[in-house]
Structures are given as structure tokens and as C-alpha cells.
């Protein structure tokens, strides 16, 4: 192959890969509430929003996931350990019903 093909098929791929991101769906944002930018600072550091918005859990089991989280290196202030608690369980509770996931387009290999 020559330089150019080579070079022109690099940009090619850079472009591609590069755009991948931009075809998923955009990742919702937390409801608003008192703890709403602390909790999407610290958790979306991680991971998307949905891996929250999707929960459903009481608020014993929220108290475990936020301290899991905690333990596996969330950066929660220890005074708004209780905050985040509260606003999850108030907005994700078990008796409201689920988050509806749009369907995204993906890649399968072949």
C-alpha cells in the first residue's frame, strides 16, 4: 500500500472510530434535587447515568450501593453520604415504575 492510501485510510478509521460515541443515544440527566450535582459528579465519573436512572431500589438497598460505591473508590464527602441516599431512594424508588431505555443502534461483528 502506499504512503497515501495508508494515510488516507488512518484518517478514515480515526473518523469512524472517532464518531462511534456520537451514535448512541445520549445518557439521560439525573432529576433535579438537592444532591442532584453532587450525585452526578461523583457517579458519572464511572459510569453512564442510566446504570441509575434503570434501578428501582428501597432505601436500605440504596444505603448498600452507595456505600459499595463508596468502597470501590467513589469520591463522596462523608457529609453527603446521607444526602445521596436520599435524593436516589426519593427518585428511584421500588413502586415507580421503570425507565423506559431507548433502543440503540449497535455493532455486531460478523
Same mark, same amino acid.
Given at each position: 500500500m502506499c504512503k497515501v492510501s495508508l494515510r488516507w485510510a488512518v484518517a478514515l478509521s480515526v473518523l469512524v472510530w472517532g464518531s462511534l460515541?456520537?451514535?448512541? &443515544?445520549?445518557s439521560p440527566e439525573l $432529576? !433535579?434535587?438537592? !444532591?442532584? &450535582? @453532587?450525585?452526578?459528579? &461523583?457517579c458519572l465519573e464511572?459510569?453512564? %447515568?442510566? *446504570? *441509575?436512572?434503570?434501578q428501582r431500589l428501597s432505601k436500605g438497598a440504596w444505603t448498600k450501593?452507595?456505600? @459499595?460505591? *463508596? @468502597?470501590?473508590? !467513589?469520591?463522596?464527602? $462523608? &457529609?453527603?453520604?446521607? %444526602?445521596?441516599i436520599e435524593y436516589l431512594s426519593a427518585n428511584f424508588p421500588p413502586d415507580k415504575a421503570p425507565e423506559q431505555m431507548p433502543r440503540v443502534a449497535s455493532i455486531r461483528k460478523r
Open positions: 460515541p456520537l451514535l448512541r &443515544a445520549q $432529576p !433535579a434535587g438537592p !444532591a442532584q &450535582a @453532587k450525585v452526578t459528579t &461523583a464511572c459510569h453512564e %447515568s442510566r *446504570i *441509575i436512572t434503570q450501593e452507595v456505600d @459499595k460505591m *463508596i @468502597k470501590w473508590g !467513589a469520591v463522596v464527602d $462523608p &457529609a453527603d453520604r446521607d %444526602s445521596f
